[in-house]
């Protein structure tokens, strides 16, 4: 009997009119769990683009008999997202075919012990990577691997060890680089570290960088991973740009420096926030600023700081979220017991999604919150002076792509 393991396509309800800029990513959970079946097969409904009834017909055609879906994407709290999406698989599968769907909706084998990626079970030329991820390159063909799994931290409204049941363990480092040699053999230089949090100064992480740097590949590769401001050093940016990172994305959150502390995402100043990003700067790396309003603290003086802050650290792309409250964080728990009307549906958890339900602070409704962060990212990203910079950095065409990006209205 053929098991079929199915990524749901999830795209339009958890991008809405962005999901063109978004990535396509890699289905590394998915493609792992189905190595461990022999003879399975891999489908990819958001990389094949198959609609519902595309999907029964590939499964009549491969005489499938088991389904299995993994309701989530590359980050743990698409797991909330896409349990629709798995729900909705299981039931047309079922009445169409009379196949039972098993959904996993935490990961239920350790990505540790499953072996190199085998990427001859997806489409690779299907795969594409964000619009920022590809600014000056010439192709977005994307991929992924991953050098650990969890996080050693512990961030309120984050549910990273809920997904996968365990805390921070690394992977052996030849395997990282394996896995990294495959996909430039596939012509795939656009890759994704998956690690919730790579850039961490350990002799774990050297050793990938200097596994990297060593392969003979670093000078093509453009990987993006994510940092703390208080996990990297001077030499460690250094040794990652030399493996071939040219993006790191770290967590900001807020503007506020009592807000972010209080948010358990660190002690750090805000001094320190901007040392460290022209430090990487200097090293050769962007920066991905990741900044949140909506905290319960937040007022309209609150997150008008931390768009201050985002825009003098002029963070090469910014991504601004609304505070949301993932089941299985401690946050949600928190909202729960102020009786917060939390979103119950997966695409209300969906940043991009029209039907996304922002929560409220104490002093701010989840509406004007959400108001905020739209304004704020049009604010952003039209800025004269941000474009300037870009267009040093990246050329014209970036720049053009960009103010293609602020004609797009999420929302109407
Ligand atoms: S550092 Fe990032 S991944 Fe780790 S607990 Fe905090 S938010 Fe989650």
């Not at 396509?24 to 489908?43: K, N, R, T």
Request: charge should be neutral; include cysteine.
């Amino acid at each position: 009997m053929l098991t079929a393991f199915i990524k749901p396509n999830a795209k339009m309800d958890q991008y809405g009119k962005v999901a063109g800029l978004s990535a396509i990513e890699l289905p590394v959970w998915l493609m792992l769990f189905a190595q461990s079946v022999p003879g399975s097969v891999v489908v990819d409904m958001e990389a094949e683009g198959l609609d519902h009834a595309g999907l029964v017909a590939r499964l009549g055609s491969l005489k499938a008999g088991r389904a299995v879906v993994l309701a989530t994407g590359s980050h743990p709290s698409a797991h909330v997202q896409q349990a629709e999406a798995a729900q909705a698989v299981r039931r047309v599968v079922g009445e169409a075919l009379g196949i039972t769907t098993e959904i996993h909706d935490r990961l239920p084998f350790d990505p540790l012990k499953a072996g190199q990626l085998d990427l001859a079970r997806v489409p690779m030329v299907k795969y594409r990577a964000h619009n920022w991820h590809g600014w000056g390159r010439d192709d977005l063909a994307y991929g992924a691997t991953f050098a650990s799994i969890s996080c050693p931290f512990h961030c309120d409204f984050c549910c990273v060890k809920d997904f996968y049941g365990s805390g921070y363990r690394q992977r052996d480092p030849g395997a990282v680089v394996e896995d990294v040699r495959a996909l430039v053999e596939n012509g795939v230089t656009n890759i994704k570290m998956m690690d919730e949090l790579f850039a961490i100064d350990n002799p774990g992480v050297h050793a990938v960088c200097d596994g990297l740097a060593a392969s003979g590949l670093a000078d093509r590769l453009n990987i993006w991973a994510y940092a703390r401001i208080d996990t990297v050093t001077p030499v460690l940016l250094k040794k990652m740009r030399a493996a071939g990172i040219r993006w790191l994305a770290y967590g900001i959150e807020s503007g506020n420096e009592a807000i972010r502390a209080g948010a358990a995402k660190g002690a750090f100043t805000n001094a320190r926030v901007r040392d460290v990003v022209a430090m990487t700067k200097a090293a050769g790396i962007h920066v991905v600023g990741n900044f949140m309003f909506g905290f319960w603290e937040d007022d309209s003086v609150t997150m008008r700081q931390t768009l201050d802050l985002a825009k003098e650290l002029a963070c090469e792309y910014a991504n601004f979220y609304c505070v949301t409250a993932y089941p299985g964080s401690r946050f949600y728990d928190e909202m729960k017991a102020r009786g917060v009307d939390l979103p119950a549906a997966g695409a209300e958890y969906a940043q991009m999604s029209p039907r996304f339900k922002p929560v409220p602070s104490a002093k701010l409704s989840g509406r004007d919150i959400l108001a905020f962060r739209d304004a704020a990212f049009m604010e952003y990203f039209t800025d004269a002076q941000y474009l300037a910079m870009m267009a040093r950095s990246f050329g014209d065409g970036t720049v053009a792509g960009i103010r293609a990006m602020t004609k797009i209205k999420i929302r109407g």
